[in-house]
Protein backbone atom coordinates (compact mmCIF):
# COMPACT_ATOMS: atom_id res chain seq x y z
CA UNK A 1 0.00 0.00 0.00
CA UNK A 2 1.05 3.60 -0.56
CA UNK A 3 2.60 5.14 2.34
CA UNK A 4 1.79 8.51 4.00
CA UNK A 5 3.39 11.76 4.58
CA UNK A 6 6.79 12.59 3.49
CA UNK A 7 9.65 9.90 2.55
CA UNK A 8 12.26 9.79 5.47
CA UNK A 9 15.22 7.63 6.40
CA UNK A 10 16.87 6.73 9.54
CA UNK A 11 19.81 4.79 10.35
CA UNK A 12 18.85 1.49 11.41
CA UNK A 13 22.05 -0.19 11.98
CA UNK A 14 25.88 0.73 11.14
CA UNK A 15 29.64 -0.44 11.18
CA UNK A 16 32.48 -0.40 9.71
CA UNK A 17 31.28 -3.06 7.20
CA UNK A 18 27.70 -2.39 6.52
CA UNK A 19 24.53 -0.18 6.96
CA UNK A 20 21.09 -0.66 6.83
CA UNK A 21 18.58 1.50 5.84
CA UNK A 22 14.91 1.34 6.72
CA UNK A 23 12.66 3.78 4.73
CA UNK A 24 9.23 5.11 6.88
CA UNK A 25 6.36 7.47 6.65
CA UNK A 26 6.99 9.44 9.08
CA UNK A 27 7.18 13.23 9.32
CA UNK A 28 9.67 15.12 9.30
CA UNK A 29 9.63 16.11 13.04
CA UNK A 30 9.19 12.92 14.35
CA UNK A 31 12.95 11.69 13.08
CA UNK A 32 15.24 10.88 16.30
CA UNK A 33 17.94 10.14 13.96
CA UNK A 34 21.58 12.27 14.43
CA UNK A 35 22.22 14.54 11.97
CA UNK A 36 25.07 13.10 10.30
CA UNK A 37 23.65 9.59 10.32
CA UNK A 38 20.38 11.17 8.88
CA UNK A 39 22.13 12.89 6.06
CA UNK A 40 24.47 10.14 5.10
CA UNK A 41 21.55 7.60 5.07
CA UNK A 42 19.07 10.00 3.08
CA UNK A 43 21.67 10.94 0.52
CA UNK A 44 22.21 6.69 -0.54
CA UNK A 45 18.44 6.22 -0.48
CA UNK A 46 17.62 9.36 -2.48
CA UNK A 47 19.87 8.20 -5.30
CA UNK A 48 18.85 4.81 -5.01
CA UNK A 49 15.73 5.39 -5.36
CA UNK A 50 16.16 8.13 -8.13
CA UNK A 51 18.10 5.96 -9.82
CA UNK A 52 15.03 3.08 -9.65
CA UNK A 53 12.58 5.08 -10.67
CA UNK A 54 14.46 6.41 -13.47
CA UNK A 55 15.00 2.37 -14.95
CA UNK A 56 11.17 1.86 -14.25
CA UNK A 57 10.10 4.70 -16.23
CA UNK A 58 12.22 3.55 -19.41
CA UNK A 59 10.44 0.09 -19.12
CA UNK A 60 7.52 1.94 -19.25
CA UNK A 61 8.28 4.84 -22.23
CA UNK A 62 8.85 1.82 -24.69
CA UNK A 63 5.19 0.25 -24.39
CA UNK A 64 4.33 3.75 -25.44
CA UNK A 65 3.58 5.10 -29.10
CA UNK A 66 6.45 7.65 -27.90
CA UNK A 67 8.63 5.21 -27.31
CA UNK A 68 12.71 5.88 -27.43
CA UNK A 69 14.83 3.80 -29.58
CA UNK A 70 16.37 1.43 -27.50
CA UNK A 71 19.69 1.99 -27.67
CA UNK A 72 18.95 5.64 -26.24
CA UNK A 73 16.56 4.26 -22.98
CA UNK A 74 19.72 1.55 -22.16
CA UNK A 75 22.08 4.72 -22.26
CA UNK A 76 19.83 6.24 -19.62
CA UNK A 77 20.61 3.25 -17.23
CA UNK A 78 23.39 2.94 -15.33
CA UNK A 79 23.55 -0.58 -14.87
CA UNK A 80 26.55 -3.26 -14.87
CA UNK A 81 27.71 -5.36 -17.77
CA UNK A 82 25.67 -8.36 -17.31
CA UNK A 83 22.57 -6.09 -16.65
CA UNK A 84 23.20 -3.81 -19.65
CA UNK A 85 23.47 -7.17 -21.98
CA UNK A 86 19.62 -8.39 -20.67
CA UNK A 87 18.54 -4.98 -20.63
CA UNK A 88 19.00 -4.93 -24.50
CA UNK A 89 16.83 -7.93 -24.96
CA UNK A 90 14.15 -6.83 -22.63
CA UNK A 91 14.07 -3.29 -24.16
CA UNK A 92 14.03 -4.44 -27.39
CA UNK A 93 11.12 -7.00 -26.31
CA UNK A 94 9.19 -4.08 -24.72
CA UNK A 95 9.21 -2.53 -27.90
CA UNK A 96 7.63 -5.38 -29.64
CA UNK A 97 5.00 -5.73 -27.03
CA UNK A 98 4.24 -1.56 -27.13
CA UNK A 99 3.63 -2.31 -31.03
CA UNK A 100 1.76 -5.27 -30.76
CA UNK A 101 -0.70 -3.09 -28.10
CA UNK A 102 -0.55 -0.22 -31.08
CA UNK A 103 -1.97 -2.56 -33.53
CA UNK A 104 -4.61 -4.01 -30.82
CA UNK A 105 -6.20 -0.81 -29.90
CA UNK A 106 -3.90 1.76 -29.97
CA UNK A 107 -1.70 1.62 -27.41
CA UNK A 108 -0.50 4.09 -24.72
CA UNK A 109 0.21 7.39 -25.56
CA UNK A 110 2.33 8.22 -22.43
CA UNK A 111 3.56 6.19 -19.10
CA UNK A 112 3.60 7.86 -15.62
CA UNK A 113 6.28 5.47 -13.33
CA UNK A 114 6.23 6.58 -9.46
CA UNK A 115 8.07 4.00 -7.26
CA UNK A 116 7.23 3.31 -3.01
CA UNK A 117 10.30 2.43 -1.36
CA UNK A 118 9.82 0.11 1.99
CA UNK A 119 13.32 -0.76 2.49
CA UNK A 120 16.60 -0.09 1.52
CA UNK A 121 19.63 -2.16 2.52
CA UNK A 122 23.34 -1.22 2.07
CA UNK A 123 26.24 -3.73 2.63
CA UNK A 124 29.66 -2.06 1.41
CA UNK A 125 29.30 -2.05 -1.85
CA UNK A 126 26.00 -3.37 -2.53
CA UNK A 127 22.66 -1.99 -2.21
CA UNK A 128 19.14 -3.64 -2.16
CA UNK A 129 15.79 -2.10 -2.56
CA UNK A 130 12.43 -3.31 -1.87
CA UNK A 131 10.07 -1.41 -3.74
CA UNK A 132 6.75 -1.22 -5.38
CA UNK A 133 6.17 0.12 -8.93
CA UNK A 134 3.32 2.36 -9.56
CA UNK A 135 2.93 2.41 -13.01
CA UNK A 136 -0.02 4.65 -15.46
CA UNK A 137 -0.19 3.72 -18.77
CA UNK A 138 -2.75 6.93 -20.51
CA UNK A 139 -4.82 5.61 -23.34
CA UNK A 140 -5.73 7.36 -26.59
CA UNK A 141 -9.05 8.74 -25.33
CA UNK A 142 -9.40 12.42 -25.73
CA UNK A 143 -10.92 14.15 -22.71
CA UNK A 144 -13.87 14.09 -24.09
CA UNK A 145 -14.33 10.44 -24.08
CA UNK A 146 -12.68 10.25 -20.66
CA UNK A 147 -16.13 12.45 -20.01
CA UNK A 148 -18.22 9.84 -21.63
CA UNK A 149 -17.13 6.76 -20.03
CA UNK A 150 -13.71 6.01 -21.40
CA UNK A 151 -10.71 5.19 -19.02
CA UNK A 152 -8.09 7.31 -19.41
CA UNK A 153 -5.57 5.10 -17.82
CA UNK A 154 -4.29 1.56 -17.36
CA UNK A 155 -2.59 1.18 -14.23
CA UNK A 156 -0.20 -1.12 -12.45
CA UNK A 157 0.95 -1.74 -8.96
CA UNK A 158 4.07 -4.27 -8.93
CA UNK A 159 6.72 -5.11 -6.34
CA UNK A 160 10.92 -5.65 -6.85
CA UNK A 161 13.61 -6.57 -5.61
CA UNK A 162 16.06 -4.54 -6.94
CA UNK A 163 19.79 -4.43 -6.61
CA UNK A 164 22.77 -1.74 -7.36
CA UNK A 165 26.85 -2.64 -7.14
CA UNK A 166 29.21 0.23 -6.67
CA UNK A 167 31.47 0.68 -9.71
CA UNK A 168 35.31 1.75 -9.69
CA UNK A 169 34.41 5.09 -9.89
CA UNK A 170 31.94 4.64 -6.55
CA UNK A 171 28.65 5.06 -9.03
CA UNK A 172 25.72 2.85 -7.99
CA UNK A 173 24.82 0.53 -11.33
CA UNK A 174 22.08 -1.31 -11.52
CA UNK A 175 22.84 -5.00 -11.02
CA UNK A 176 19.39 -6.61 -10.99
CA UNK A 177 15.55 -6.51 -10.85
CA UNK A 178 13.44 -9.63 -9.46
CA UNK A 179 9.36 -8.68 -9.80
CA UNK A 180 7.62 -10.35 -8.37
CA UNK A 181 5.14 -11.74 -10.29
CA UNK A 182 4.44 -14.74 -9.81
CA UNK A 183 1.68 -16.47 -9.91
CA UNK A 184 -0.52 -14.46 -12.56
CA UNK A 185 -0.44 -13.39 -16.09
CA UNK A 186 2.47 -11.54 -17.32
CA UNK A 187 2.65 -8.21 -15.35
CA UNK A 188 2.32 -5.29 -18.39
CA UNK A 189 5.81 -3.21 -17.95
CA UNK A 190 7.02 -7.45 -17.87
CA UNK A 191 8.36 -9.52 -21.15
CA UNK A 192 8.47 -13.03 -19.56
CA UNK A 193 6.44 -14.96 -21.59
CA UNK A 194 5.41 -17.03 -17.80
CA UNK A 195 2.22 -18.12 -17.13
CA UNK A 196 0.23 -19.05 -13.79
CA UNK A 197 2.60 -21.16 -11.61
CA UNK A 198 0.10 -24.19 -10.86
CA UNK A 199 2.33 -24.34 -7.58
CA UNK A 200 1.61 -21.16 -6.66
CA UNK A 201 -1.39 -20.98 -3.77
CA UNK A 202 -4.85 -20.04 -4.50
CA UNK A 203 -7.13 -21.23 -1.84
CA UNK A 204 -8.86 -24.16 -4.43
CA UNK A 205 -8.60 -28.03 -4.55
CA UNK A 206 -9.72 -30.97 -5.83
CA UNK A 207 -13.89 -30.84 -5.03
CA UNK A 208 -15.41 -33.33 -3.49
CA UNK A 209 -17.44 -34.19 -6.35
CA UNK A 210 -17.21 -34.95 -10.04
CA UNK A 211 -18.26 -31.82 -11.96
CA UNK A 212 -18.06 -33.25 -15.84
CA UNK A 213 -17.64 -30.81 -18.55
CA UNK A 214 -16.98 -27.11 -18.59
CA UNK A 215 -19.32 -25.33 -21.17
CA UNK A 216 -17.34 -24.67 -24.30
CA UNK A 217 -14.78 -21.63 -24.35
CA UNK A 218 -15.85 -18.06 -25.32
CA UNK A 219 -15.22 -16.97 -29.22
CA UNK A 220 -13.14 -14.05 -29.06
CA UNK A 221 -14.07 -12.88 -32.94
CA UNK A 222 -15.14 -9.49 -32.81
CA UNK A 223 -19.08 -9.17 -32.86
CA UNK A 224 -20.65 -7.81 -36.20
CA UNK A 225 -20.50 -4.07 -36.44
CA UNK A 226 -24.45 -4.34 -36.08
CA UNK A 227 -24.63 -5.73 -32.95
CA UNK A 228 -26.74 -3.98 -29.93
CA UNK A 229 -24.20 -3.96 -27.03
CA UNK A 230 -25.87 -5.03 -23.81
CA UNK A 231 -25.85 -2.64 -20.67
CA UNK A 232 -26.14 -4.20 -17.84
CA UNK A 233 -27.99 -1.73 -14.73
CA UNK A 234 -26.41 -0.69 -11.80
CA UNK A 235 -28.61 -2.47 -9.42
CA UNK A 236 -30.89 -5.41 -9.91
CA UNK A 237 -33.55 -7.27 -8.16
CA UNK A 238 -30.65 -9.67 -6.82
CA UNK A 239 -27.36 -7.51 -7.03
CA UNK A 240 -25.94 -3.77 -6.52
CA UNK A 241 -23.35 -4.28 -10.07
CA UNK A 242 -22.28 -0.42 -8.98
CA UNK A 243 -20.68 -1.98 -5.42
CA UNK A 244 -19.00 -4.59 -7.37
CA UNK A 245 -17.25 -2.74 -9.53
CA UNK A 246 -16.69 -0.21 -6.84
CA UNK A 247 -14.97 -2.51 -5.06
CA UNK A 248 -12.90 -3.46 -7.65
CA UNK A 249 -11.81 -0.02 -8.30
CA UNK A 250 -11.02 0.37 -4.58
CA UNK A 251 -9.36 -2.31 -3.47
CA UNK A 252 -6.99 -3.04 -7.12
CA UNK A 253 -4.01 -1.91 -5.41
CA UNK A 254 -4.75 -1.56 -1.73
CA UNK A 255 -5.67 -5.25 -0.49
CA UNK A 256 -8.54 -4.97 1.86
CA UNK A 257 -7.00 -5.51 5.25
CA UNK A 258 -10.04 -7.89 6.17
CA UNK A 259 -9.40 -10.30 4.42
CA UNK A 260 -6.26 -12.57 3.50
CA UNK A 261 -4.05 -12.57 0.32
CA UNK A 262 -3.28 -15.35 -1.41
CA UNK A 263 -0.10 -16.41 -3.07
CA UNK A 264 -2.09 -16.17 -6.40
CA UNK A 265 -5.13 -13.95 -5.32
CA UNK A 266 -7.16 -13.47 -8.41
CA UNK A 267 -10.43 -15.46 -7.17
CA UNK A 268 -10.18 -14.23 -3.87
CA UNK A 269 -10.16 -10.31 -5.13
CA UNK A 270 -13.07 -11.12 -7.10
CA UNK A 271 -15.32 -13.35 -4.32
CA UNK A 272 -14.78 -10.08 -2.04
CA UNK A 273 -16.62 -7.71 -5.12
CA UNK A 274 -19.27 -10.19 -5.42
CA UNK A 275 -19.61 -10.26 -1.71
CA UNK A 276 -19.83 -6.66 -2.12
CA UNK A 277 -22.36 -6.23 -4.49
CA UNK A 278 -24.77 -8.72 -3.22
CA UNK A 279 -23.53 -12.34 -3.13
CA UNK A 280 -24.38 -13.95 0.36
CA UNK A 281 -22.60 -16.70 1.25
CA UNK A 282 -23.57 -20.42 1.01
CA UNK A 283 -22.76 -23.03 4.02
CA UNK A 284 -19.82 -22.42 5.98
CA UNK A 285 -19.03 -25.60 8.10
CA UNK A 286 -15.46 -26.85 7.50
CA UNK A 287 -16.75 -30.48 6.45
CA UNK A 288 -18.31 -28.26 3.51
CA UNK A 289 -15.06 -26.75 2.72
CA UNK A 290 -13.64 -28.99 -0.27
CA UNK A 291 -17.24 -28.84 -2.10
CA UNK A 292 -17.61 -26.84 -4.83
CA UNK A 293 -21.64 -26.35 -3.98
CA UNK A 294 -21.08 -23.60 -1.01
CA UNK A 295 -19.29 -20.43 -1.11
CA UNK A 296 -18.17 -18.82 2.09
CA UNK A 297 -14.89 -16.61 3.92
CA UNK A 298 -13.54 -17.98 6.99
CA UNK A 299 -10.76 -16.60 9.10
CA UNK A 300 -8.56 -18.89 8.57
CA UNK A 301 -7.90 -21.26 5.03
CA UNK A 302 -9.28 -24.00 6.54
CA UNK A 303 -12.16 -22.44 7.39
CA UNK A 304 -12.69 -20.76 3.58
CA UNK A 305 -14.68 -23.18 0.73
CA UNK A 306 -12.22 -23.94 -1.89
CA UNK A 307 -14.72 -22.41 -3.68
CA UNK A 308 -13.79 -18.84 -2.70
CA UNK A 309 -10.09 -17.98 -3.25
CA UNK A 310 -9.96 -21.14 -6.34
CA UNK A 311 -10.23 -20.22 -9.76
CA UNK A 312 -11.31 -23.00 -11.23
CA UNK A 313 -13.37 -24.09 -7.99
CA UNK A 314 -15.45 -20.92 -8.06
CA UNK A 315 -16.19 -21.46 -12.12
CA UNK A 316 -18.30 -24.47 -10.56
CA UNK A 317 -20.05 -23.18 -7.85
CA UNK A 318 -21.03 -19.75 -10.10
CA UNK A 319 -21.59 -21.12 -12.90
CA UNK A 320 -23.06 -25.17 -11.99
CA UNK A 321 -24.40 -25.13 -8.23
CA UNK A 322 -25.86 -21.60 -7.49
CA UNK A 323 -26.53 -20.50 -10.65
CA UNK A 324 -25.04 -17.04 -10.27
CA UNK A 325 -23.46 -16.48 -13.15
CA UNK A 326 -24.47 -17.58 -16.81
CA UNK A 327 -21.41 -18.41 -19.05
CA UNK A 328 -21.48 -16.19 -22.74
CA UNK A 329 -20.38 -17.84 -25.93
CA UNK A 330 -18.46 -14.41 -26.68
CA UNK A 331 -16.27 -12.50 -24.66
CA UNK A 332 -16.96 -9.23 -26.38
CA UNK A 333 -20.69 -9.77 -24.83
CA UNK A 334 -19.06 -8.69 -21.37
CA UNK A 335 -20.58 -5.83 -19.71
CA UNK A 336 -19.48 -3.96 -16.26
CA UNK A 337 -19.46 -6.38 -13.52
CA UNK A 338 -18.88 -9.34 -15.50
CA UNK A 339 -16.65 -11.81 -14.91
CA UNK A 340 -13.66 -13.30 -16.77
CA UNK A 341 -11.58 -16.19 -16.70
CA UNK A 342 -8.66 -17.88 -18.35
CA UNK A 343 -7.38 -21.26 -18.92
CA UNK A 344 -3.64 -20.15 -20.04
CA UNK A 345 -2.51 -23.88 -20.73
CA UNK A 346 -5.26 -24.95 -22.49
CA UNK A 347 -5.51 -28.13 -19.85
CA UNK A 348 -9.07 -27.72 -18.41
CA UNK A 349 -8.14 -26.28 -15.74
CA UNK A 350 -9.17 -22.21 -14.77
CA UNK A 351 -5.89 -20.44 -13.94
CA UNK A 352 -7.02 -16.51 -14.04
CA UNK A 353 -10.08 -14.59 -12.93
CA UNK A 354 -10.85 -11.02 -13.55
CA UNK A 355 -14.08 -8.52 -13.73
CA UNK A 356 -15.12 -6.01 -15.79
CA UNK A 357 -14.66 -2.22 -14.15
CA UNK A 358 -15.49 -0.41 -17.54
CA UNK A 359 -16.59 -1.16 -20.72
CA UNK A 360 -16.70 1.66 -23.52
CA UNK A 361 -16.78 1.99 -27.24
CA UNK A 362 -17.53 -2.21 -27.34
CA UNK A 363 -14.32 -2.66 -25.73
CA UNK A 364 -14.30 -4.17 -22.14
CA UNK A 365 -12.04 -2.98 -19.20
CA UNK A 366 -10.39 -5.67 -17.00
CA UNK A 367 -9.29 -5.34 -13.34
CA UNK A 368 -7.72 -8.27 -11.01
CA UNK A 369 -4.93 -9.36 -8.92
CA UNK A 370 -1.74 -11.19 -8.99
CA UNK A 371 -0.42 -8.97 -11.10
CA UNK A 372 -2.14 -5.82 -9.46
CA UNK A 373 -3.95 -4.47 -12.59
CA UNK A 374 -7.16 -1.77 -13.04
CA UNK A 375 -8.48 -1.30 -16.51
CA UNK A 376 -6.79 -3.29 -19.18
CA UNK A 377 -8.30 -3.80 -22.30
CA UNK A 378 -9.51 -6.69 -23.30
CA UNK A 379 -8.05 -6.76 -26.60
CA UNK A 380 -4.56 -6.20 -25.04
CA UNK A 381 -5.57 -9.38 -22.96
CA UNK A 382 -6.49 -11.47 -25.62
CA UNK A 383 -3.25 -10.06 -27.95
CA UNK A 384 -1.24 -11.40 -24.74
CA UNK A 385 -2.46 -15.05 -24.14
CA UNK A 386 -4.18 -15.70 -28.19
CA UNK A 387 -4.38 -19.50 -27.18
CA UNK A 388 -6.07 -19.29 -24.12
CA UNK A 389 -9.46 -20.79 -23.61
CA UNK A 390 -11.66 -18.08 -22.21
CA UNK A 391 -15.18 -18.12 -19.78
CA UNK A 392 -17.17 -15.20 -20.03
CA UNK A 393 -19.94 -15.25 -16.45
CA UNK A 394 -22.65 -13.14 -16.75
CA UNK A 395 -22.67 -12.11 -13.07
Known amino acids: MRT ?65 AVKSARGQVQANRSMTAQLQDEFAALVEKGRRYEEADGGYTKAEVDVEVTDVTVTGQ ?65 VADVDVDAAVDDGGGTPDEVEGSKDAGADVEPLPANSVDYVKPTVSANYNYGKMVSYADKYWKNHNNAYRTYGNDCTNFISQAMLAGGWGPKGGAIIQRKSNKYWFYGPTKSTTSYTWAGAENWYWFAKKHSKRTKILDNVWKLASADVLQADFRRDDNIDHTMIVTKKYSGTPYLTYHTSDTHNKSLKKILSDYPRAWWYAHRT
Open 4 to 68: TGHRRVVAAAATTAAATLTLIGTPAHAQTSSPTARTSASADTTELTQLAEGYLQQRADLLTTARP
Open 126 to 190: SATLQLTEHTRLYLPFTPHEVEEGAPEYEELSLPHTVQFAQGPDGAWLLSSDEADAEGGPTATTQ
